[in-house]
């Protein structure tokens, strides 16, 4: 197992490239959208500016594909401070929400205006969202707030209070959640970013006198008036219903998204997507199949009376991560909304276990040499501190051994870096091969390595540990051809006897080391002279 990241090998050879355009949006330290003419790109950065809407500017990055369309990641941004802004785009909900896959873009990314009436507002910790309906159909209008834990950024405003009802004009990016799953002619489901809330302009108030009072009235007076009053009674409860379900949907999606980028263990998250597409299908048990891994989520026992529908969770490289599972009953017949139910799923599952296996794959590259694969200086200091505090709870000593190989330099210097790199590759093997399951190998850099002893009786124990590891280096390593004879200097350190600090116990193992070290180029000196040491106090002509 300590040979797996030997074997991995990823090169991406995407060049940078350089974007011009005037500044429609800007979320500090996450995303920034250029807009030249009628080309909009979105671009992911980590500047937080001061960058100001309607300024030109350049930007620097690598080209990429999110959701379907393309984007500029990891960008550099570079204002002009010189003003062009751009009037927003009128459009209607048509115009904003038909898909064409000839040309992709459409309204994309870019900066419009579209009227709409306010049929309920949402706050909430992440973002306020207007949920609006134009033409018969509902779409959002979303306020993302500042980043809370950015000194730089001002607190988030209040959310302008509309009645609902309203006849509003809304301005702001238009975007769509994943272009990849439409074809040409399809509507698409399309949301309004918002810069400020200055962008949402009230065009006409609802009126004191609504229709449904005034069908009431009507109807203690005409049975036909009051059977239109029901009607309409009905159709806006529909109305509210559905935007209730949308608002909670969006709602857990966020909370999702949430724990994604929080501490919340992979299965839960997982089983959490599940009841969110469980609860999309009204009731349809949903599940996931990890590739190699647990089976999670609301699975039926049994599948033989049960229409099966699935989707497989695609890796960024490599095979797929696993599977999406949705049972419905068999007599009935496949929908749109379960091709775009499990499709939100996959990508939410998606996001979710690359962000864990980034997470795992960083947090060992910054405790783990990446050459030995053992330890590194960080590792072995947060391991020390832990046991120092573990020491003083129970009155107990643990020892250190400092190592340092001798003639490493030359080494390099005759052979080069490569069988050098294998060298330490070897010589770290060996020494882990001569320690106990509990002790702890970590390199500190270049030719200096370290073992914490967390159980150890006396010094003695701690001497007949480095005696092993000093033995370990009796045969010659033999490496591409090439047989090396290798030696190292120890020194050992108990604590508390020595130091009861970390620094203080690496400096003492250390300075013991260097006494060794010293030692023994004196005797190897007088036997190279053919002398006898030199008693202290007397020196030779």
Request: proline residues 5%; glycine residues 8%.
């Amino acid at each position: 197992m300590d040979k797996i990241m030997s074997g991995y090998h990823m090169q991406d050879a995407s060049q940078r490239v350089r974007v011009h355009g005037t500044i429609t949006y800007y979320q500090p330290g996450s995303a920034v959208v250029l807009q030249d003419g009628f080309r909009s790109l979105w671009i992911t950065t980590l500047d937080r500016g001061p960058f100001k809407i309607g300024d030109t500017a350049d930007a620097t990055g690598f080209p990429d594909a999110m959701n379907g369309a393309l984007v500029l990641t990891h960008a550099e941004i570079e204002d002009s401070f010189v003003q062009a802004p751009i009037k927003p785009q009128p459009a209607n909900w048509r115009q904003l929400a038909l898909w064409n896959t000839s040309q992709p873009e459409g309204h994309l990314y870019d900066l419009v205006s579209i009227e709409g009436q306010v049929v309920t507002e949402v706050r909430g910790a992440a973002q306020d969202e207007y949920v609006l309906v134009s033409d018969g159909q509902l779409f959002s209008a979303v306020y993302r707030h500042p980043d809370p834990t950015s000194h730089l950024e001002s607190l988030p405003i209040k959310m302008k209070e509309i009645p609902l009802g309203s006849s509003v004009q809304v301005s702001g990016i238009c975007m769509i959640e994943d272009t990849r799953v439409f074809t040409t002619g399809e509507t698409v489901p399309f949301k309004i970013l918002l810069r400020s809330f200055g962008d949402i302009e009230v065009v006409k108030r609802a009126s004191l006198l609504n229709v449904r009072n005034l069908m009431l009235t009507v109807c203690l007076l005409l049975v036909f008036v009051a059977v239109v009053g029901t009607r309409g009674w009905t159709l806006e409860r529909k109305v509210r219903r559905q935007t209730s379900a949308l608002a909670r949907i969006e709602q857990r999606r966020s909370r999702i998204l949430e724990d994604i980028n929080g501490s919340r263990p992979l299965a839960e998250i997982l089983e959490e997507i599940a009841e969110l597409a469980t609860f999309k299908l009204h009731g349809a048990p949903c599940w996931f199949q990890v590739a190699d891994g647990a089976l999670l989520g609301n699975h039926p026992p049994e599948l033989s009376s049960l229409r099966i529908v699935h989707q497989e969770i695609p890796a960024r490289s490599g095979s797929p991560l696993g599977k999406v599972f949705a049972a419905f009953a068999s007599l009935t017949k496949p929908s749109a909304i379960e091709a775009e139910t499990l499709s939100t799923a996959v990508g939410l599952a998606t996001l979710a276990i690359e962000t864990r296996k980034l997470y795992s794959d960083l947090r060992h590259r910054s405790e783990f040499d990446l050459l030995t694969d053992i330890h590194n200086r960080f590792s072995l200091e947060i391991r020390m501190d832990a046991q120092i505090e573990e020491a003083r709870a129970t009155a107990g000593i643990f020892g250190l051994i400092y190592v340092d190989l001798d003639g490493f330099k030359q080494v390099n210097d005759l052979y080069g870096h490569h069988i050098g790199d294998l060298y330490l590759q070897g010589v770290a093997r060996r020494m882990k091969q001569q320690l106990r399951s509990h002790d702890l190998l970590a390199r500190l850099g270049g030719d200096e390595f370290a073992v914490l002893l967390p159980m150890v009786r006396n010094r003695a124990g701690v001497e007949e540990i480095a005696q092993r590891l000093e033995h370990s280096f009796n045969s010659p390593l033999t490496l591409e051809g090439q047989t090396l004879q290798g030696t190292a200097s120890f020194g050992i350190a108990l604590y508390p006897e020595d130091s009861a600090t970390r620094d203080g116990l690496l400096s003492a193992a250390d300075s013991a080391m260097y006494t060794a070290k010293n030692a023994r180029r004196q005797a190897a000196a007088e036997a190279a002279d053919g002398e006898s040491p030199v008693p202290p106090g007397e020196t030779h002509a």
